[in-house]
C-alpha cells in the first residue's frame, strides 16, 4: 500500500514544478540552517564535557561590594590554597591557576606562548591526557615544563622533547617532563604549556611577596570536592572564610563556581547568577525554531491555496470508497516527500554554508555524516517538520465532502483564507521583529563603539615586555625614537585595553571611615600621555623637569567624582603613609568593558614595574616601513621573543567579538526569514495569477489597466505585510529592551528603526509580488480566454 502512496505523492508533488520548486527550497534553508544552529548549541553545550571528574570540579570565586556596586570576581588571594587544602577534608585536590605569557627558546626556535601555571594535582583534576610523561610526577620539579604537542613539535621537530631544556624568557632554563595532547577547541581552558605555580612562588618577586597577603587577590584557585560533597553546602561553609582573614575588606563571600557551568552562566549581577552564554543559546535556538517555522508556514500556505484543485480528487476518491483516515495519510505522505527532498538538499547546503560562517563562530562546527546519533536526531527533525508541514493541510483537505466538491459547489472557504492570511501576518511578525533586533543590535555595538575612549587607538602599537627589555628600556626607546618613524614610546603596567592592577589602600580628606573602595591602577613614567594620546581635563602630565612628580598622581574623572574635590590640581591624597600630589585630571580612559561606566582610575609615576611598551608611530608614517624599522631594534635589546606586536584599536575590537557575532547572525537570519517568507508570496501570488487568470484576462478586455490589475493582485499581501509591521514593532520593542538592560551603557530605541524595517519588509514584498502579479497584468488575454 505505501509504494501507492509514494507513487502519488510523487505524481502530485510535481503537477507545478515552480510551486514545488519554491516549497522545497523554503524549506531546505529552513532545515538548513535550524540544523546549522543545532550544531553549534550542541557544541557550546559540550564545553568541558569531556572532563570525567566534571560534576566535582569548581572554581573559588567572590562576592564583594566595590564602589558601592555588588561585584563577583574570580580572582582569589594567594594564602586560600594552602587555607582550603590544609583545613577542609571535603577537598579531595586543589591547584591554583595564573595564565601568563612568556618567550620559549630552543636553539634558532623562539616563541611568545601563553601557559598556565598550576599546581601537580591539575593535571589529575582534569582530562588532559599526556602522550609521553607521567602526571603523577609531571609538575612536581618547579623548574619542569609540560608542552602540548603541537608546541613540541615546533620547539623540537620529531625528536623526543622529554628531558631536553627550553629557555623561558631568557633567563630560566627549564626541562620539558610531559607532554600532553593539545587542548580541545571545546574547553574553557586556553593553553600551550604548563609550568608549576612553586616555579613562580620561587622566581617571582610580586608573588613571593603575597603568600601570606589575604588583601591582594591575583590569581585563581580551582577544587575537585570529595565523592558525596555537596558544592551549595561547602561554598555557605567557606562562605565568611574571608571575612574572617580580611577585615578591612567587608563584606567578602567565597563560593564555588562548578566547571559545568563555566561556559555558558558565568555573568553575575548584584551577585546573582543572571546567565551569560546561554542566553545566546537560547536566543538561536529560538530563532532556529522561528526559521524553520517560517519554512512550515510556506508549505502549509501553499497547499491550502492549491486546495480547490485538489477538491474534485478528495470528492472522487471519497465516492469511490476511500476513508478520511486513507486521505490523511495520502497527504501527509506528499508532506514527508516534500520534507525529505528538502532534508537532503538541506545537507547540501550545510556543506555549501559551513566555510561561509567560520568567523561567526561555527569555525569548530563539523557535520559528519558517518556519525549516527547526530543523522538520527535531524532525521527526526525532517519527519517532524514534514508532519507540522503537512497536518493541516491533510486535516483541510480531507474534511472536503464529496456531494459538495463533485458539484462545484465546495470552494475555499473563508475559514480557509483567513487562516492563509494568518500564516503569511505570521511569518512577517517574525521576519521584522527579526529585522528590527539586527538593527538595534547593531546601533548598540556601534554606539559602544564610538563612545570617546579617552585615548587615541589609531596608530598605537603594545609591545609586550620581557625581563631583557626592562633592562635595557632606555636604549630601546632611544633607538625607536631615531628611526623618525615613531612619535612617542612609553612603559606602562597594563595595556590600554585592560587593567591589570587595582588597589583599595587610598585615602582622601573627607572619605568616611568606613568605605574602602578599589581603584584602577596604572603605573608609568614620562610620555605616557605622548604614546596614548590622554585627553587632559585640567593640570599637566608627569614631566622630567618636576622633580616631585616621583610622588604625584593623576585621576580620571570618575576618580575626581568619587573624591569629590572641587579644586583638586595641587591637593593630595595618599596611598598609605605617602602622601600623592595630584598634578593632573584626564578624561575617562576606556579600558575595561566598552558597554559600562568606566570605573575610579590613578595612575601613578614609577621607572619600576611595567608590562607594556606602547609605541606611537607619526601620523602618515608608512606601515611597512614603520614595522621594518621596528624590527631589529626589538630583536636587538629582546633576543628571545619574536617580533610580536599588537595594534591597539585591533585589540579594542576583540571586545565586540561576542555582540558582533550576534549582530552579523543575527542579521543573516533576518535575512533568511525574510527570504523564506518572500518565496512563500512568490508561490502564494503565482498561485492566484493562475487561478484567477481568466477573470484578469476579462478585466483587461474591458479595459483595465496594468496598474489596475497589479494593485488587484497585490493591495491584500501588502496589506497583510503592513498588519505584521503593526504586530512585530512592540514585541520586537519589548523583547529588545530587555535585551538592552544588560549593558549599563546603552541606546535608547527610537522610532526609525520601526518606520526602516517595516518600510524595508514592505518593498521587498512589494517587489516579490509584482514579479508575478505585472506578468500575470502584461500576458495576452485572447490565449487565455481561446481556452474558455
Known amino acids: 500500500m505505501l509504494p501507492n502512496y509514494l507513487k502519488i505523492a510523487w505524481r502530485n508533488l510535481f503537477q507545478n514544478k515552480t510551486l514545488s520548486f519554491v516549497t522545497i527550497f523554503g524549506l531546505s534553508l529552513g ?14 553545550r559540550s564545553y568541558d564535557a569531556f572532563h570525567i571528574n566534571r560534576d566535582r570540579l569548581a572554581m573559588v570565586q567572590r562576592h564583594q561590594v566595590i564602589n558601592d556596586q555588588k561585584v563577583t570576581a574570580n580572582g582569589v588571594m594567594l594564602p586560600l590554597y594552602d587555607e582550603l587544602r590544609l583545613k577542609y577534608p571535603q577537598i579531595k585536590r586543589a591547584s591554583r591557576i595564573i595564565g601568563l605569557e612568556s618567550n620559549l627558546v630552543t636553539g634558532n626556535n623562539k616563541f611568545t606562548k601563553k601557559g598556565e601555571y598550576v599546581d601537580p594535582d591539575f593535571l589529575k583534576m582534569l582530562t588532559f591526557p599526556l602522550v609521553k610523561g607521567d602526571p603523577e610526577t609531571a609538575l612536581k620539579d618547579p623548574n619542569s615544563i609540560v608542552l602540548t604537542e603541537s608546541l613540541a613539535k615546533a620547539l623540537f621537530g620529531t625528536h623526543n622533547p622529554i628531558g631536553k631544556i627550553v629557555k623561558l624568557d631568557n633567563q630560566y632554563n627549564v626541562q620539558v617532563s610531559a607532554v600532553m595532547q593539545d587542548v580541545p577547541k571545546n574547553s574553557s581552558f586556553s593553553f600551550e604549556y604548563l609550568a608549576p605555580f612553586e616555579f613562580l612562588v620561587q622566581n617571582n618577586g610580586y608573588v613571593k611577596d603575597n603568600r601570606t597577603n589575604w588583601g591582594n587577590s591575583f590569581l585563581q584557585t580551582m577544587v575537585e570536592l570529595q565523592e558525596g560533597v555537596s558544592m551549595d553546602g561547602f561554598s555557605k561553609e567557606i562562605g565568611l ?26 555573568d553575575f549581577k ?53 476513508q478520511r483516515n486513507q486521505l490523511i495519510v495520502q497527504f501527509l505522505t506528499e508532506s514527508l516527500v516534500t520534507a525529505f527532498l528538502a532534508f537532503f538538499l538541506s545537507l547540501f547546503l550545510i556543506q555549501v554554508l559551513l566555510p561561509y560562517l567560520k568567523d561567526l563562530g561555527f569555525e569548530n562546527i563539523r557535520f559528519d555524516l558517518s556519525n549516527t546519533s547526530l543523522l538520527a536526531s535531524v532525521f527526526a527533525v525532517c519527519v517532524v517538520t514534514g508532519l507540522i508541514s503537512g497536518s493541516y493541510p491533510a486535516l483541510y483537505l480531507s474534511s472536503f465532502l464529496p456531494a459538495k466538491v463533485l458539484k462545484g459547489v465546495s470552494r475555499q472557504g473563508s475559514n480557509a483564507v483567513n487562516f492563509r492570511k494568518v500564516l503569511v501576518v505570521s511569518q512577517f511578525v517574525i521576519s521584522i521583529g527579526l529585522i528590527i533586533s539586527s538593527v538595534i543590535v547593531f546601533q548598540q555595538i556601534n554606539h559602544a563603539k564610538n563612545r570617546s575612549l579617552g585615548y587615541r587607538a589609531d596608530n598605537l602599537i603594545s609591545l609586550t615586555a620581557s625581563g631583557d627589555l626592562s633592562k635595557n ?21 597594563s595595556p590600554m585595553t585592560a587593567v591589570h592592577n587595582d588597589w583599595n589602600g587610598f585615602s582622601w580628606e573627607g572619605k568616611k571611615p568606613n568605605e574602602n573602595p578599589m581603584l584602577d591602577l596604572i603605573l608609568t613614567e614620562w610620555d605616557y600621555e605622548k604614546a596614548a594620546g590622554l585627553k587632559f581635563i585640567a593640570g599637566r602630565p608627569f614631566s622630567k623637569d618636576y622633580k616631585t612628580d616621583s610622588n604625584a598622581v593623576i585621576l580620571n574623572e570618575s576618580a575626581l567624582r568619587l573624591i569629590g574635590y572641587k579644586n583638586p590640581i595641587g ?30 582610575g590613578v595612575i601613578l609615576f614609577t621607572a619600576d614595574y611595567f608590562s607594556v611598551v606602547l609605541v606611537r608611530l607619526k601620523a602618515g608614517a608608512d606601515l611597512t616601513q614603520s614595522l621594518a624599522a621596528m624590527q631589529p631594534i626589538v630583536e636587538k635589546y629582546d633576543p628571545a621573543a619574536p617580533f610580536d606586536y599588537r595594534f591597539v584599536d585591533d585589540e579594542f575590537e ?71 509591521c503593526l504586530i512585530a514593532s512592540p514585541l520586537a520593542w519589548w523583547s ?25 519588509a514592505v518593498i521587498v514584498a512589494l517587489l516579490t509580488v509584482s514579479t508575478q502579479a505585472v506578468k500575470a497584468a502584461i500576458a495576452n488575454p485572447v490565449k487565455r480566454l481561446r481556452t474558455e
Not at 540552517?33 to 550544531?39: D, K, Q, S, Y
Not at 567587608?250 to 563556581?257: G, V
Not at 549593558?743 to 518606520?755: E, L
Open 654 to 724: 576583540k571586545k565586540f567579538a561576542t555582540e558582533n557575532q550576534v549582530a552579523k547572525l543575527a542579521g543573516i537570519f533576518a535575512g533568511l526569514a525574510i527570504l523564506i517568507s518572500c518565496l512563500g508570496l512568490f508561490g502564494l501570488t503565482m498561485f492566484m495569477a493562475e487561478r484567477r487568470s481568466k477573470e484578469i484576462s476579462i478585466r483587461k478586455v474591458l479595459g483595465a489597466s496594468v496598474t489596475n490589475l497589479w494593485l488587484l493582485l497585490s493591495r491584500e499581501f501588502i496589506g497583510l505585510v503592513i498588519i505584521a
Open 473 to 493: 628600556y632606555n636604549a630601546f626607546k632611544r633607538d625607536l625614537l631615531n628611526t623618525g618613524q615613531i612619535e612617542a614610546v612609553a612603559k606602562v603596567s
Open 241 to 266: 572564610l574571608l571575612s574572617k582573614k580580611e577585615t578591612k575588606i567587608k563584606p567578602q563571600f567565597l563560593f564555588l563556581h562548578p566547571l559545568a557551568r563555566w561556559r555558558l552562566f558565568d
Open 31 to 44: 532545515m538548513a540552517f535550524a540544523i546549522l544552529i543545532g550544531l553549534w548549541i550542541q557544541y557550546e
Open 571 to 600: 591637593k593630595t591624597i595618599k596611598d598609605g603613609d605617602r602622601v600623592l600630589t595630584i598634578v593632573g585630571i584626564i578624561e575617562n580612559v576606556v579600558m575595561r568593558d566598552p558597554f559600562k561606566p568606566v570605573p575610579p
Open 270 to 322: 548584584n551577585w546573582t547568577n543572571t546567565g551569560g552564554r546561554i542566553e545566546y543559546i537560547r536566543l538561536f535556538g529560538l530563532i532556529g525554531g522561528f526559521i524553520l517555522l517560517i519554512a512550515c508556514i510556506n508549505f502549509m500556505n501553499l497547499s491550502t491555496a492549491r486546495s480547490e484543485k485538489r477538491g474534485k480528487e478528495v470528492g472522487i476518491r471519497k465516492a469511490v470508497g476511500s
Open 736 to 760: 529588545m529592551n530587555r535585551w538592552l538592560e544588560k549593558y549599563d551603557y546603552r541606546i535608547d530605541i527610537g522610532w526609525p528603526v520601526f518606520v526602516l524595517a517595516g518600510s524595508a
